[in-house]
């Protein structure tokens, strides 16, 4: 109420409507102008202009949508999961509070709030290098990831600003590191590595505590001194006493004694008895063994004496009183006790206090505090550290834990792997002269041992033989001869024993050695070696180190003895007696660390990472130890729960019933529909996030390279996306390290095709096989043939039924030819026929094939299974060897069988898609039939060729046979008549005769009885008719297309169990036509293969702005652009707004928007092919106008701009409704109100005023306008110019009146014209069209020459071909202005064209070089002027100034490097104005009378250019001047006028010649001898009438040949002649012609006359004209026509 009374009763002076409106004026005055000047000089992008009558709310809305429209991404959100009234229970694990915080105030269904790489970590805690586990009543989303802060105090801190603590490098460890391992694990080189990759540093706990160890040391030493003080005192005591009461005994004995060798045999025993104890660990030195003698000694002079019991008495207990009273602690066996104690302490680890350890190391935390800051850019304050050699016993542990020193990690380093060999090994290789010394010191007591028993045993066995020396000299011979051979015997088996020993590196135990080795003083004097007592074998530490001189005398009595260290590998140690004090360490140290572990474990927030070290090197280590801290920061995956498919669940129950809530369009309603209908299991797997390898196991991508499917069965969650595996190992290997299977920066290598082409044989596979290789640059690998290569390796031919059946068939036949009885060949047919046989079988050789051959050719004969080593052999190397692992192929007829394929999900070969070719048994019949018979009639007639061959062999074998054999009949013959003439001499010569005859029968029928004519076989009854083939090979063919589709249908089972894809494509059709099918079935597994893994999920837009406004997801970079469109060439960003639908879609991380269904299909086929292009440059508002006549299109067009863009189609009408409608009580309103009320129309000032604050509307400043018919006069124009309202185009749409007329008549006609009338009447468009016309004229002008934006369209065109014009002209406009501001901004050279530039801005703007090229006078030193053409397509702008350039060339050299053409590092300025070249007219020249031309005139350039010859002095033309250096110059040419103003420097200062040509003085013509007046007058005529008369060759009827060329030539100068009139050429032209056509009347005549007479309606219907012409012309005068 008050606000409402208050401004009536109290006004303030400035409230005043004058004082307003002087105000105003003021500011006009005094701020506008200046303010203006700052604006123009801002960027235009980010300059924004609203208008101030709007209201608030209006202008700030204008100001949103500006920003958004130059893709300013919204401030992120940072939204409270949990509020005070709804706690969470502490008690719940990470997971169940996950799970509920991410279902808090959900986006949408099915989006929920992700993990983050913090984890339960609180991010404020952290970047203070603490890791403090967030509380779920302080949790947050921010980004659409879920944190947990641990106070409320962090959490306001978080919310303030949370990118300090969520950016690079976070999240890092606060590098809080613990170390422990057993001696020579490689501690401290871990630590170090680890310290130096943190940039941290080591705490040694013993350099921390050196001092207090020091100290702690010498109170152990004066300790142990005044214990061991007092011990040695008491012991020394004790001895003695013990020599009192044992003198006693000994004088008591010594009165018993009778003899005085039982007293020497009593002292030898005491001497014994001294010797024994002072071997004894505790035994003194050589002073104390000296006293013991000097005791012995005097006890012998006592007993010597016979001193009676009482003097010995006396004497004994003065000497013991006078001991007694003498020790102390400078006593020599009290010091050697004291020095021993002394040594063992030094050698003893000390270990200080638990207290001072957390002190020491709590300190040097605190000192690293104050220096943390410099470590790196945005260290932690806390952290940095790495401790090493700390105690790991739970004390000391727990001293940690009071003073809250705890480490983020315990790392302990374990040798667990083979009993520690690493370990041993290095400790050995530490200590290993050490060691070797003590083995070589028991392996030689041992061999003296053995030395010594064996010398004992040859003693015994000498004194034997020297008892039996007293028998026969024989028998002694002998007895030596044998103890010698014996003796050797001996020595060689004590070699061996010892070589053994040494070899097989047998230890016994130290009680064994030490109880066994007692040396004796003849041992000690032998050998010269040996310890002084059993001290020197129980030493445990292992820091003592033998001189150099001890261990190379050890080394020689090694030599001696034969001795040798036992052997062991490289990387091995000797299992030696000796290694058990280091194993004992290795095992204290895992004792302590069982005992440790518990109370580590205790603590929550520290992890302990045991490292096995076998195996491992340094960086090794720390890569697993860097994994181990990184491990509680990074994303956790795990095995898919119940809880996930719950929460799938309950999405889809969610989505499902927001659909059927939802009142949407129809297309979208259609498309729920649809999704209803689907398979909920395909809905949800549809829906699903997958992960970057989407169903495929990326293990065995990583791994393998290879594309093997996943089952949901074997699947995980990491980062909320889900992975799917192949089996459950490769899931569990994935979640232990998953960052080494995901993709980080790039997206995962995909890779090449692989296909498997399956079907019956006749199914034309190979074809389309091969076919498609060579289209995608692919290997083509055939199966059987591979195998069909791998065999003919070694039997030189295929393997295969039908080779089998030639083999056969030519075995046959050669049987045949050595089939018949009477068959012997000689040596050369044999011959011939084995080198037959050998080149026609080879494989009848015997061959040594391996296993694998014989498999692949027993599968190639016989069918028979591949063995799953063969598969292997062969097969995988197609997947895992190069080039087909990188290049791809296409495997043909493989799987054959269920067993291959069984094969291939066995090993994880697996084809990115199998293709089936499907086809009837007739069309397989019909394709192999004809192949196969051609076949079996090739055999035929094959056969019956070998068969006569055969048959012609036998006959000439046979024939030589008979001839054989009838000599050899003959022969015999001749030998019985020979045998009966010697015998019946006296018989009848008829009879003899009569006998021959005989003889001969005989001998033929012998031949044909023994040669039999063999029957003519050659048409065997049994052999196979064409017809019976036929059927056999139907037969067959059908019997392996039921095969074929049994496995195919087999295989296809086996390979829908690993979730390969399969396509079937029917191949009935002609080959091209199959091909053509299977590449459509693959084009989109080829064209999109890059994308293979992404997947995009559609969404609305509303939840699309939601998602964007709540930093769920991220716009991209694309903004609101289309991708697709953008990749299309598009330069005008679509507006957004309720009537323009659009269609985002989510990609990864990001929202792409588009402007179709059909371009978000596109892009989610292939979003990497779109989202690599470059990203849009800046939007720029399109503002263009449309004039042209009425009816020529300019409304559809700007209303089509309007739809597809979202522009806004104004005119003049719509701006000044807008006026009256949206601001009806300002100034500019009313008064337009007052015109139009009076019925008069708006005056153009006030419309321009309208149409200038509607342009600052929100649509207007952020899309575009295209303004609708406007301007259209001059005045107009005028106006337009001066509110700086300047389309960046202006299209014209050209049309003539009658087409004008014709749309008009058909806009009455049409079913949808308006119900309203119209002023469209056929005067009122007369009028408009003509009022148009008489001021377009005068307006294309002004436009063309001030901003060169008129563009010309021919609107006679249909409108879609007018739509594309305009369109591609303004994008390329667009293209143009983005450029230009991308390229400014970037402070580079920009091309000016079509920028609507006026000629006074460029001259107020120009450079250094005015309008002279930069770039010619730059690299060639050439004054190029561009001022000559008004066009600005060769300018550019750099550094505020504009730069014309001579051409396209020049002008890219320009933009690439403009600093190199512009001072200061151009390499020529431009000279003053007065030494610049001006280009002169003839009227110029003469204006400068009496200024005489240089040189006389000449033109310089030809001068120059000739070399400065006699014959290069040219005059010039003063057509062809100019002015330079306040001198005149004429040239040749225009060219040569070029030449000069390019380079004057180079043509102006010449000297001419002291001899010039002459003069040339006008003569005139008539004055010219006759040859010379021809030559000047008529020369260029006569040639020209010359050539023709050559050329035509004329010869008039009845005239010679001379006189016609002579007339001919006439004619032509005639016609020809310039100086005549044009009455006269054209008479003369018309005789010439005539008489052309007179002298070609001969050689027509000449070819259609012939030698018969023909009748006349034969003749050519044109000869009896010509010939009666032809006649005509005797005597009759040419000149006379």
Same mark, same amino acid.
């Given at each position: 109420?008050?606000?409402?009374?208050?401004?009536?009763?109290?006004?303030?002076?400035?409230?005043?409507?004058?004082?307003?409106?002087?105000?105003?004026?003021?500011?006009?005055?005094?701020?506008?102008?200046?303010?203006?000047?700052?604006?123009?000089?801002?960027?235009?992008?980010?300059?924004?202009?609203? *208008?101030?009558?709007?209201?608030?709310?209006?202008?700030?809305?204008?100001?949103?949508?500006?920003?958004?429209?130059?893709?300013?991404?919204?401030?992120?959100?940072?939204?409270?999961?949990?509020?005070?009234?709804?706690?969470?229970?502490?008690?719940?694990?990470?997971?169940?509070?996950?799970?509920?915080?991410?279902?808090?105030?959900?986006?949408?269904?099915?989006?929920?709030?992700?993990?983050?790489?913090?984890?339960?970590?609180?991010?404020?805690?952290?970047?203070?290098?603490?890791?403090?586990?967030?509380?779920?009543?302080?949790?947050?989303?921010?980004?659409?990831?879920?944190?947990?802060?641990?106070?409320?105090?962090?959490?306001?801190?978080?919310?303030?600003?949370?990118?300090?603590?969520?950016?690079?490098?976070?999240?890092?460890?606060?590098?809080?590191?613990?170390?422990?391992?057993?001696?020579?694990?490689?501690?401290?080189?871990?630590?170090?590595?680890?310290?130096?990759?943190?940039?941290?540093?080591?705490?040694?706990?013993?350099?921390?505590?050196?001092?207090?160890?020091?100290?702690?040391?010498?109170?152990?030493?004066?300790?142990?001194?005044?214990?061991?003080?007092?011990?040695?005192?008491?012991?020394?005591?004790?001895?003695?006493?013990?020599?009192?009461?044992?003198?006693?005994?000994?004088?008591?004995?010594?009165?018993?004694?009778?003899?005085?060798?039982?007293?020497?045999?009593?002292?030898?025993?005491?001497?014994?008895?001294?010797?024994?104890?002072?071997?004894?660990?505790?035994?003194?030195?050589?002073?104390?063994?000296?006293?013991?003698?000097?005791?012995?000694?005097?006890?012998?002079?006592?007993?010597?004496?016979?001193?009676?019991?009482?003097?010995?008495?006396?004497?004994?207990?003065?000497?013991?009183?006078?001991?007694?009273?003498?020790?102390?602690?400078?006593?020599?066996?009290?010091?050697?006790?004291?020095?021993?104690?002394?040594?063992?302490?030094?050698?003893?680890?000390?270990?200080?206090?638990?207290?001072?350890?957390?002190?020491?190391?709590?300190?040097?935390?605190?000192?690293?505090?104050?220096?943390?800051?410099?470590?790196?850019?945005?260290?932690?304050?806390?952290?940095?550290?790495?401790?090493?050699?700390?105690?790991?016993?739970?004390?000391?542990?727990?001293?940690?834990?009071?003073?809250?020193?705890?480490?983020?990690?315990?790392?302990?380093?374990?040798?667990?792997?083979?009993?520690?060999?690493?370990?041993?090994?290095?400790?050995?290789?530490?200590?290993?002269?050490?060691?070797?010394?003590?083995?070589?010191?028991?392996?030689?007591?041992?061999?003296?041992?053995?030395?010594?028993?064996?010398?004992?045993?040859?003693?015994?066995?000498?004194?034997?033989?020297?008892?039996?020396?007293?028998?026969?000299?024989?028998?002694?011979?002998?007895?030596?001869?044998?103890?010698?051979?014996?003796?050797?015997?001996?020595?060689?088996?004590?070699?061996?024993?010892?070589?053994?020993?040494?070899?097989?590196?047998?230890?016994?135990?130290?009680?064994?050695?030490?109880?066994?080795?007692?040396?004796?003083?003849?041992?000690?004097?032998?050998?010269?070696?040996?310890?002084?007592?059993?001290?020197?074998?129980?030493?445990?530490?292992?820091?003592?180190?033998?001189?150099?001189?001890?261990?190379?005398?050890?080394?020689?009595?090694?030599?001696?003895?034969?001795?040798?260290?036992?052997?062991?590998?490289?990387?091995?140690?000797?299992?030696?007696?000796?290694?058990?004090?280091?194993?004992?360490?290795?095992?204290?140290?895992?004792?302590?660390?069982?005992?440790?572990?518990?109370?580590?474990?205790?603590?929550?927030?520290?992890?302990?990472?045991?490292?096995?070290?076998?195996?491992?090197?340094?960086?090794?280590?720390?890569?697993?130890?860097?994994?181990?801290?990184?491990?509680?920061?990074?994303?956790?995956?795990?095995?898919?729960?119940?809880?996930?498919?719950?929460?799938?669940?309950?999405?889809?129950?969610?989505?499902?019933?927001?659909?059927?809530?939802?009142?949407?369009?129809?297309?979208?309603?259609?498309?729920?529909?649809?999704?209803?209908?689907?398979?909920?299991?395909?809905?949800?797997?549809?829906?699903?996030?997958?992960?970057?390898?989407?169903?495929?196991?990326?293990?065995?991508?990583?791994?393998?390279?290879?594309?093997?499917?996943?089952?949901?069965?074997?699947?995980?969650?990491?980062?909320?996306?889900?992975?799917?595996?192949?089996?459950?190992?490769?899931?569990?290997?994935?979640?232990?390290?998953?960052?080494?299977?995901?993709?980080?920066?790039?997206?995962?290598?995909?890779?090449?095709?692989?296909?498997?082409?399956?079907?019956?044989?006749?199914?034309?596979?190979?074809?389309?096989?091969?076919?498609?290789?060579?289209?995608?640059?692919?290997?083509?690998?055939?199966?059987?043939?591979?195998?069909?290569?791998?065999?003919?390796?070694?039997?030189?031919?295929?393997?295969?039924?039908?080779?089998?059946?030639? *083999?056969?068939?030519?075995?046959?036949?050669?049987?045949?030819?050595?089939?018949?009885?009477?068959?012997?060949?000689?040596?050369?047919?044999?011959?011939?026929?084995?080198?037959?046989?050998?080149?026609?079988?080879?494989?009848?050789?015997?061959?040594?094939?391996?296993?694998?051959?014989?498999?692949?050719?027993?599968?190639?004969?016989?069918?028979?299974?591949?063995?799953?080593?063969?598969?292997?052999?062969?097969?995988?190397?197609?997947?895992?060897?190069?080039?087909?692992?990188?290049?791809?192929?296409?495997?043909?007829?493989?799987?054959?069988?269920?067993?291959?394929?069984?094969?291939?999900?066995?090993?994880?070969?697996?084809?990115?898609?199998?293709?089936?070719?499907?086809?009837?048994?007739?069309?397989?019949?019909?394709?192999?039939?004809?192949?196969?018979?051609?076949?079996?009639? *090739?055999?035929?007639?094959?056969?019956?060729?070998?068969?006569?061959?055969?048959?012609?062999?036998?006959?000439?074998?046979?024939?030589?046979?008979?001839?054989?054999?009838?000599?050899?009949?003959?022969?015999?013959?001749?030998?019985?008549?020979?045998?009966?003439?010697?015998?019946?001499?006296?018989?009848?010569?008829?009879?003899?005769?009569?006998?021959?005859?005989?003889?001969?029968?005989?001998?033929?029928?012998?031949?044909?009885?023994?040669?039999?004519?063999?029957?003519?076989?050659?048409?065997?009854?049994?052999?196979?008719?064409?017809?019976?083939?036929?059927?056999?090979?139907?037969?067959?063919?059908?019997?392996?297309?039921?095969?074929?589709?049994?496995?195919?249908?087999?295989?296809?089972?086996?390979?829908?169990?690993?979730?390969?894809?399969?396509?079937?494509?029917?191949?009935?059709?002609?080959?091209?036509?199959?091909?053509?099918?299977?590449?459509?079935?693959?084009?989109?597994?080829?064209?999109?293969?890059?994308?293979?893994?992404?997947?995009?999920?559609?969404?609305?837009?509303?939840?699309?702005?939601?998602?964007?406004?709540?930093?769920?997801?991220?716009?991209?970079?694309?903004?609101?652009?289309?991708?697709?469109?953008?990749?299309?060439?598009?330069?005008?960003?679509?507006?957004?707004?309720?009537?323009?639908?659009?269609?985002?879609?989510?990609?990864?991380?990001?929202?792409?928007?588009?402007?179709?269904?059909?371009?978000?299909?596109?892009?989610?086929?292939?979003?990497?092919?779109?989202?690599?292009?470059?990203?849009?440059?800046?939007?720029?508002?399109?503002?263009?106008?449309?004039?042209?006549?009425?009816?020529?299109?300019?409304?559809?067009?700007?209303?089509?701009?309007?739809?597809?863009?979202?522009?806004?189609?104004?005119?003049?009408?719509?701006?000044?409704?807008?006026?009256?409608?949206?601001?009806?009580?300002?100034?500019?309103?009313?008064?337009?109100?007052?015109?139009?009320?009076?019925?008069?129309?708006?005056?153009?000032?006030?419309?321009?005023?309208?149409?200038?604050?509607?342009?600052?509307?929100?649509?207007?400043?952020?899309?575009?306008?295209?303004?609708?018919?406007?301007?259209?006069?001059?005045?107009?124009?005028?106006?337009?110019?001066?509110?700086?309202?300047?389309?960046?185009?202006?299209?014209?749409?050209?049309?003539?009146?009658?087409?004008?007329?014709?749309?008009?008549?058909?806009?009455?006609?049409?079913?949808?014209?308006?119900?309203?009338?119209?002023?469209?009447?056929?005067?009122?468009?007369?009028?408009?069209?003509?009022?148009?016309?008489?001021?377009?004229?005068?307006?294309?002008?002004?436009?063309?020459?001030?901003?060169?934006?008129?563009?010309?369209?021919?609107?006679?065109?249909?409108?879609?071909?007018?739509?594309?014009?305009?369109?591609?002209?303004?994008?390329?406009?667009?293209?143009?202005?983005?450029?230009?501001?991308?390229?400014?901004?970037?402070?580079?050279?920009?091309?000016?064209?079509?920028?609507?530039?006026?000629?006074?801005?460029?001259?107020?703007?120009?450079?250094?070089?005015?309008?002279?090229?930069?770039?010619?006078?730059?690299?060639?030193?050439?004054?190029?002027?561009?001022?000559?053409?008004?066009?600005?397509?060769?300018?550019?702008?750099?550094?505020?100034?504009?730069?014309?350039?001579?051409?396209?060339?020049?002008?890219?050299?320009?933009?690439?490097?403009?600093?190199?053409?512009?001072?200061?590092?151009?390499?020529?300025?431009?000279?003053?104005?007065?030494?610049?070249?001006?280009?002169?007219?003839?009227?110029?020249?003469?204006?400068?009378?009496?200024?005489?031309?240089?040189?006389?005139?000449?033109?310089?350039?030809?001068?120059?250019?000739?070399?400065?010859?006699?014959?290069?002095?040219?005059?010039?033309?003063?057509?062809?001047?100019?002015?330079?250096?306040?001198?005149?110059?004429?040239?040749?040419?225009?060219?040569?006028?070029?030449?000069?103003?390019?380079?004057?420097?180079?043509?102006?200062?010449?000297?001419?010649?002291?001899?010039?040509?002459?003069?040339?003085?006008?003569?005139?013509?008539?004055?010219?001898?006759?040859?010379?007046?021809?030559?000047?007058?008529?020369?260029?005529?006569?040639?020209?009438?010359?050539?023709?008369?050559?050329?035509?060759?004329?010869?008039?009827?009845?005239?010679?040949?001379?006189?016609?060329?002579?007339?001919?030539?006439?004619?032509?100068?005639?016609?020809?002649?310039?100086?005549?009139?044009?009455?006269?050429?054209?008479?003369?032209?018309?005789?010439?012609?005539?008489?052309?056509?007179?002298?070609?009347?001969?050689?027509?005549?000449?070819?259609?006359?012939?030698?018969?007479?023909?009748?006349?309606?034969?003749?050519?219907?044109?000869?009896?004209?010509?010939?009666?012409?032809?006649?005509?012309?005797?005597?009759?005068?040419?000149?006379?026509?």
């Amino acid at each position: 109420m008050l606000t409402e009374i208050l401004p009536h009763l109290v006004q303030r002076p400035e409230d005043f409507l004058e004082n307003v409106q002087q105000k105003i004026e003021v500011y006009r005055d005094t701020v506008l102008h200046p303010l203006e000047e700052l604006m123009a000089e801002q960027d235009s992008q980010y300059l924004i202009e609203l *208008d101030g009558n709007k209201s608030s709310d209006e202008l700030f809305t204008s100001v949103i949508a500006h920003l958004q429209s130059m893709g300013l991404r919204n401030g992120a959100l940072i939204t409270r999961l949990q509020s005070a009234e709804e706690e969470i229970m502490e008690g719940l694990e990470s997971d169940e509070i996950f799970r509920t915080l991410a279902a808090y105030k959900l986006v949408a269904p099915r989006y929920r709030w992700r993990r983050s790489r913090w984890g339960r970590a609180c991010p404020v805690a952290l970047k203070d290098g603490r890791i403090v586990m967030g509380s779920p009543d302080f949790a947050v989303s921010f980004l659409g990831k879920m944190y947990t802060l641990s106070t409320e105090e962090a959490l306001n801190t978080f919310m303030l600003n949370p990118r300090p603590f969520l950016l690079p490098p976070m999240p890092l460890p606060p590098c809080k590191v613990l170390i422990i391992g057993p001696p020579f694990s490689g501690r401290s080189t871990l630590c170090q590595a680890i310290a130096n990759y943190y940039t941290g540093k080591v705490l040694d706990m013993d350099v921390l505590l050196k001092s207090h160890l020091e100290e702690a040391r010498l109170e152990l030493i004066e300790q142990t001194r005044s214990d061991a003080t007092a011990a040695g005192i008491a012991k020394v005591k004790e001895k003695i006493e013990m020599e009192r009461l044992f003198r006693e005994e000994f004088a008591l004995g010594a009165e018993e004694l009778t003899g005085d060798k039982e007293l020497e045999d009593f002292e030898e025993s005491f001497q014994v008895d001294e010797e024994s104890s002072s071997e004894q660990p505790s035994a003194a030195t050589s002073r104390s063994q000296r006293s013991q003698i000097t005791t012995g000694s005097t006890v012998r002079e006592v007993a010597s004496r016979e001193l009676s019991t009482s003097e010995m008495e006396e004497q004994t207990d003065s000497a013991l009183q006078v001991l007694d009273s003498n020790i102390t602690a400078d006593h020599p066996e009290v010091q050697d006790i004291v020095n021993k104690a002394i040594q063992v302490a030094l050698q003893s680890p000390i270990l200080l206090p638990p207290e001072m350890y957390s002190t020491a190391l709590q300190e040097a935390v605190m000192e690293l505090t104050t220096t943390n800051k410099n470590r790196f850019l945005g260290a932690p304050l806390n952290g940095g550290w790495v401790v090493d050699n700390f105690p790991p016993l739970p004390e000391y542990w727990s001293a940690l834990t009071e003073n809250d020193l705890l480490p983020d990690i315990l790392i302990c380093l374990k040798n667990t792997e083979q009993n520690g060999k690493l370990l041993l090994n290095r400790l050995y290789m530490a200590n290993k002269d050490e060691l070797d010394a003590k083995i070589l010191k028991r392996l030689m007591v041992e061999a003296l041992k053995r030395k010594q028993e064996e010398e004992e045993t040859r003693k015994e066995l000498q004194e034997m033989l020297r008892l039996e020396a007293d028998e026969s000299a024989g028998e002694r011979d002998v007895q030596t001869t044998s103890l010698e051979e014996f003796s050797a015997t001996e020595q060689d088996q004590m070699e061996q024993p010892l070589d053994s020993a040494a070899s097989e590196g047998k230890v016994k135990s130290k009680e064994s050695v030490q109880s066994q080795y007692i040396p004796t003083e003849s041992s000690r004097e032998d050998s010269q070696i040996g310890p002084e007592s059993e001290e020197y074998f129980e030493t445990e530490g292992l820091t003592e180190l033998h001189s150099s001189e001890q261990l190379q005398e050890m080394k020689d009595t090694e030599s001696d003895l034969g001795i040798k260290l036992p052997e062991f590998p490289e990387d091995g140690f000797p299992d030696v007696l000796e290694m058990e004090p280091l194993k004992n360490k290795i095992s204290h140290f895992m004792n302590l660390w069982q005992k440790l572990e518990p109370v580590v474990t205790e603590a929550p927030l520290v992890q302990i990472a045991d490292i096995e070290i076998e195996g491992q090197t340094p960086e090794m280590l720390l890569d697993t130890s860097d994994r181990a801290m990184k491990r509680p920061l990074k994303y956790q995956g795990w095995e898919i729960a119940q809880e996930d498919e719950d929460e799938e669940q309950d999405d889809l129950q969610a989505e499902t019933e927001a659909l059927a809530e939802e009142e949407e369009e129809e297309e979208e309603e259609d498309d729920a529909e649809s999704e209803e209908e689907e398979d909920e299991e395909k809905v949800i797997e549809r829906k699903r996030r997958m992960g970057d390898t989407k169903h495929f196991c990326p293990v065995i991508l990583k791994e393998n390279f290879i594309l093997y499917p996943g089952s949901y069965e074997n699947g995980a969650k990491y980062q909320d996306s889900y992975y799917y595996f192949s089996t459950s190992e490769n899931r569990d290997k994935f979640l232990e390290n998953p960052d080494i299977y995901v993709s980080h920066n790039k997206p995962l290598k995909i890779p090449p095709l692989r296909v498997c082409l399956l079907g019956s044989h006749g199914s034309g596979k190979t074809v389309c096989a091969r076919w498609l290789a060579n289209k995608l640059g692919i290997f083509h690998i055939q199966f059987e043939e591979r195998l069909q290569e791998l065999i003919m390796l070694k039997t030189g031919t295929r393997v295969g039924p039908e080779t089998e059946e030639e *083999d056969e068939e030519e075995a046959a036949g050669m049987q045949e030819m050595g089939g018949s009885p009477t068959f012997v060949p000689d040596s050369a047919i044999e011959t011939e026929m084995e080198s037959e046989d050998e080149k026609r079988s080879p494989e009848q050789k015997e061959l040594q094939l391996t296993d694998e051959e014989e498999a692949i050719k027993a599968n190639l004969a016989e069918n028979e299974p591949l063995p799953a080593g063969v598969l292997e052999n062969v097969v995988s190397e197609w997947w895992t060897k190069e080039p087909f692992r990188s290049t791809g192929f296409i495997l043909d007829g493989f799987p054959r069988t269920v067993d291959e394929a069984a094969y291939l999900a066995e090993r994880g070969l697996c084809p990115d898609i199998v293709v089936y070719l499907e086809v009837e048994e007739d069309e397989v019949s019909d394709r192999i039939l004809p192949t196969l018979l051609k076949k079996w009639q *090739d055999k035929q007639n094959q056969k019956k060729e070998k068969k006569q061959k055969i048959k012609e062999e036998k006959a000439k074998i046979r024939e030589d046979q008979i001839i054989k054999r009838r000599i050899e009949l003959l022969a015999m013959q001749a030998k019985r008549r020979q045998y009966s003439e010697a015998r019946l001499e006296g018989e009848v010569a008829d009879d003899d005769e009569e006998e021959e005859e005989e003889e001969e029968d005989d001998i033929e029928a012998v031949l044909e009885e023994e040669f039999p004519k063999e029957e003519d076989d050659m048409e065997d009854e049994d052999e196979e008719q064409e017809s019976e083939a036929i059927e056999r090979l139907k037969t067959e063919i059908a019997e392996k297309f039921e095969m074929d589709l049994g496995n195919m249908q087999a295989v296809q089972e086996e390979l829908e169990k690993i979730l390969i894809p399969q396509v079937t494509i029917g191949s009935k059709r002609k080959p091209h036509i199959v091909c053509y099918q299977l590449y459509k079935k693959l084009k989109d597994l080829v064209e999109n293969r890059e994308s293979l893994f992404e997947k995009c999920y559609p969404l609305s837009v509303s939840l699309a702005r939601k998602m964007i406004t709540l930093s769920y997801k991220h716009p991209s970079n694309f903004g609101e652009w289309d991708p697709i469109k953008l990749s299309e060439g598009d330069a005008i960003k679509p507006y957004q707004s309720p009537s323009i639908p659009s269609f985002p879609v989510i990609h990864r991380n990001s929202i792409y928007f588009f402007a179709s269904k059909e371009n978000r299909d596109t892009f989610m086929k292939n979003p990497i092919k779109y989202i690599r292009q470059l990203k849009p440059k800046s939007t720029v508002p399109v503002k263009i106008a449309i004039v042209g006549p009425p009816k020529s299109g300019k409304t559809t067009v700007a209303k089509k701009f309007a739809s597809v863009y979202g522009l806004m189609r104004l005119s003049m009408g719509d701006a000044i409704r807008m006026i009256l409608s949206d601001q009806p009580d300002t100034e500019l309103a009313l008064m337009l109100k007052w015109h139009l009320h009076k019925g008069l129309t708006a005056p153009d000032e006030l419309a321009i005023q309208a149409l200038d604050i509607a342009l600052m509307s929100s649509v207007c400043i952020t899309a575009g306008v295209v303004i609708d018919g406007y301007p259209v006069t001059r005045k107009q124009v005028n106006l337009l110019e001066h509110m700086k309202i300047i389309p960046v185009k202006i299209f014209e749409m050209q049309i003539d009146a009658e087409e004008v007329f014709r749309r008009a008549l058909l806009d009455k006609q049409s079913p949808d014209k308006l119900p309203y009338p119209l002023h469209d009447s056929s005067q009122i468009l007369s009028i408009k069209n003509s009022c148009y016309r008489t001021q377009v004229e005068e307006i294309r002008a002004y436009y063309e020459e001030q901003h060169q934006n008129w563009y010309v369209i021919d609107a006679l065109h249909s409108k879609w071909w007018i739509w594309d014009k305009v369109l591609d002209e303004t994008q390329k406009i667009t293209k143009q202005i983005q450029m230009y501001l991308e390229r400014i901004r970037q402070r580079k050279a920009a091309s000016i064209a079509h920028l609507c530039i006026t000629p006074q801005e460029l001259l107020s703007r120009l450079g250094d070089f005015g309008q002279y090229c930069p770039v010619s006078l730059a690299e060639k030193g050439e004054l190029v002027d561009c001022s000559v053409t008004p066009s600005l397509q060769f300018a550019a702008e750099f550094r505020g100034h504009y730069y014309k350039m001579a051409g396209q060339e020049e002008l890219d050299k320009f933009l690439n490097t403009p600093e190199l053409y512009v001072p200061p590092l151009a390499p020529h300025p431009l000279p003053l104005p007065s030494k610049l070249p001006q280009k002169l007219t003839a009227a110029d020249v003469k204006a400068l009378f009496p200024m005489q031309a240089e040189m006389q005139g000449y033109c310089p350039v030809t001068y120059l250019d000739g070399k400065q010859r006699y014959e290069a002095l040219v005059p010039g033309n003063i057509e062809y001047a100019a002015l330079y250096r306040k001198k005149l110059y004429i040239f040749e040419s225009e060219e040569k006028l070029q030449k000069f103003m390019r380079s004057p420097e180079k043509y102006w200062k010449q000297t001419l010649p002291h001899k010039l040509p002459p003069k040339k003085e006008p003569v005139f013509l008539t004055a010219l001898p006759l040859t010379g007046y021809l030559e000047q007058g008529v020369a260029t005529a006569l040639i020209k009438a010359m050539n023709e008369v050559g050329c035509l060759k004329p010869k008039f009827p009845f005239l010679s040949v001379k006189k016609t060329a002579l007339l001919f030539i006439a004619y032509h100068l005639k016609a020809f002649n310039p100086r005549s009139s044009d009455y006269m050429r054209k008479k003369y032209k018309r005789k010439l012609d005539r008489f052309i056509d007179n002298c070609e009347l001969i050689p027509y005549l000449g070819t259609k006359m012939t030698k018969k007479y023909k009748e006349p309606p034969n003749r050519p219907i044109d000869f009896d004209h010509k010939l009666h012409t032809f006649l005509s012309l005797k005597g009759v005068d040419p000149t006379s026509l």
